[in-house]
């Protein structure tokens, strides 16, 4: 058998030949490589075919057989061409192959002794692309002759690892021989700039640009145009654009971009108006950003008007398009909208999902969130993405669904689809909001450098929960781990505080944030404070601080004001509150129930009359109770005086086997109508079921949740059904969790 492989050829001297591109993948990787004595039939280079073979190999990416040939031709003394060694170069660097390139050099360094400089240049890209920098490095000194390619690869390999000054200094020995550097390398250099400290080096290099002539190169303008934006030096962005005799898409897009960064949007839209009128060819991406921009305003006019222009050009079924308008719609508050532009595109991606799943939640139809996910993961699994589980844990969340959660939780988890910053925290608010503290803490312990977000969830958590010690201890920790806390972090502290009567620390904290944290305090730290004080009974102590603080009292302030009013029974200050509240939000129930409450209280009548009557006028309603109870995988609801439920007879025949406690001398009520109105509230119709429902068997404790504040009267009956019962029940309302045991509150009735 012959080293070449035999061709026959039955062309004739008249006819030319056809040529097809041979698939040399067929030649299969067996052929015999041993030497032979045997005739040819047509004479041609040594090795040929085998290099051919190799090279086929090498560009479908089978590496590992591709060496194995690499071997068999060495072995049979083959030589290796240096276009094969090129492609196989090409082939390690695409699939990150370090540890071949790294042979396959040592080979080459043996076989050639003078490579020419595109197979250097292979070798040195190979490096790069496998991130082996100090190989890189040691190729590019070692290279007798360089050229563009090389030092735009190495360009590129230091900036990719933030080593701006290493790719500079590059360009400075450029100028310093003499050369005159190609317009990739200002390209190449122009993208690496993008932070405002990246200025001064952006500002030099368009200096260079300028005198070298090239301000004309349509890539460099834009890069210039770019690295201003980047760099948030938008007049000079503006200048370039202005100065450019051809302004293509890419520019007019890169300055949109800036302005709507920048907080521009409306000058972004009128660019986007200059655009269309002058009649510049656009693209799909254009839409994309002028929808940002326009999603940033929150006018959903806008919003409609650049759909027409969508539709008009038949582009709504572009994924492209159609997915920043989904989005565009969802923050402008438009759901319905976006549900109509969702159906409109072709095929949906990922994020089009995740958008139309987050707008779910933020129209507070989580329910629908969690089942157009649960619908995607049986259907199309594969445009999940890690946003969209973030938005089914806040969905789950609010709905105080641990069992749902923990499920989602998992599926995410074998899918690598856990968010390493915000998904993660919103894992740990979802377990804090279920009161699985526990699952909550095993997430923050598992988590590898915790940030912020992370820390001040899982702080929030057990302020929520009632634990303030536990909140403060942990507040105390972050600062000692050298995380900075901010805005968010110190009302999660301040609540702890207002939860557990902390007046003196939450004073302290408030002091210190600006001097000790650098954390400006906001009107809603104030408001926390003000509800320490109102919580405490501090009321005068309350008022005088709204009157000093820098901020105007807003409604939220009257409104914790007016809560401790009602608290307190303070009817004089809380007709004050109750009138500064009406005026600030007059669509605010809370400034016409409260005083309402403090006047039937007080035996006032007539005026209590006057606030229902206030109420009807506006055409208001009392936010309706709810709770709900999971038992066996399914939620039961409850609203006041629910007789729904297919179990009602039995529901409410438990309630009656309390009736001595609303005789009794632990809770007084004068009017026999009031009691039984009382039977009927909705945590305790959930606290019944959940009763019912264990059925003699002892288990974990009853856990209710309320989508309202606990009554007080509510609140004492889940005291004495823990005792009478030794049930523990733990109800969660839209204030805190209270976990009821032996007859006391972890509250220690101070909610």
Known sequence: ?????????????????????????????????????????????????????????????KLNEAFEFFQEMDKAGVSITSYSYQCLFEACRELRSLSHGRVLHDRMRKDCESPSVTLQNCVLQMYCECGSLE??????????????????????????????????????????????????????????????????????????????????????????????????????????????????????????????????????????????????????????VVLKACASLEEVNLCKQIHACVAKLGLESDVSVGTPLVDCYIKCSSFESALLAFEKISEP???????????????SQFEEAIKTFKSLRSKSASV?????????FQACSVLADCNIGGQVHGDAVKRSLVGSQYGESALITMYSKCGCLDDARAVFESMESPDIVAWTAFISGHAYYGNASE??????????????????????????????????????????????????PTIDHYDCM?????????????????????????AMSWKCFLSGCWTHKNLELGEIAGEELRQLDPEDTAGYVLPFNLYTQAGKWEEAAEMMKLMNDKMLKKELSCSWIREKGKIHRFIVGDKHHPQTQEIYKKLEEFDDFMEGDVFQCSMTERREQLLDHSERLAIAYGLISMNGNARGPIKVFKNLRACPDCHEFAKHVSLVTGHEIIIRDSRRFHHFKEGKCSCNDYW
């Open 1 to 61: 058998m012959t080293t070449i492989l035999t061709l026959q050829s039955s062309l004739t001297p008249s006819r030319a030949p056809v040529t097809k591109h041979a698939n040399f993948n067929q030649i299969p990787s067996w052929v015999s490589l041993k030497s032979s004595t045997s005739s040819i039939k047509i004479e041609h280079k040594q090795g040929q075919v085998e290099n051919l073979h190799l090279v086929s190999l090498s560009k479908h990416g």
């Open 384 to 392: 999940l993405n890690s946003f969209t589980y973030t938005s089914v």
């Open 530 to 554: 003000i509800d320490i004080y109102s919580r405490a009974g501090l009321l005068e102590e309350a008022l005088k601080f709204m009157k000093s603080m820098p901020f105007e009292p807003d």
């Open 471 to 520: 909140a403060l201890r942990l507040f105390e920790e972050m600062v000692s781990c050298g995380m900075k806390p901010n805005s968010v972090t110190f009302i999660a502290v301040l609540t702890a505080c207002s939860h557990a009567g902390l007046i003196e620390q939450g004073k302290r904290y408030l002091d210190t944030m600006r001097p000790k944290y650098n954390v400006t």
């Open 135 to 288: 190989d890189a490095d040691k190729v590019f000194d070692e290279m007798p002759e360089l050229n563009t390619v090389s030092r735009v690869t190495m360009m590129s390999a230091y900036v990719g690892r933030g080593l701006l000054n290493k790719a500079v200094g590059l360009f400075s020995g450029m100028l310093e021989s003499g050369e005159k550097p190609a317009s990739s390398v200002y390209t190449t250099l122009l993208k690496s700039l993008v932070n405002p400290s990246d200025l001064g080096v952006g500002r030099q290099l368009h200096g260079h640009v300028i005198r070298s002539g090239l301000l004309g190169n349509a890539s460099i303008e834009a890069g210039i145009l770019n690295m201003y934006v980047k760099c948030g030096f938008l007049v000079g962005a503006k200048l370039v654009f202005d100065q450019m005799e051809v302004k293509k898409p890419v520019a007019w897009t890169g300055l949109m971009i800036g302005y709507t960064k920048a907080g521009r949007a409306r000058d972004a839209l009128k660019l986007f108006v200059d655009l269309v009128t002058e009649g510049v060819e656009w693209d799909s991406f254009v839409f994309s």
């Open 349 to 363: 991606n990922d994020v089009s999902w995740s958008a139309i799943i987050s707008g779910y939640c933020q129209m």
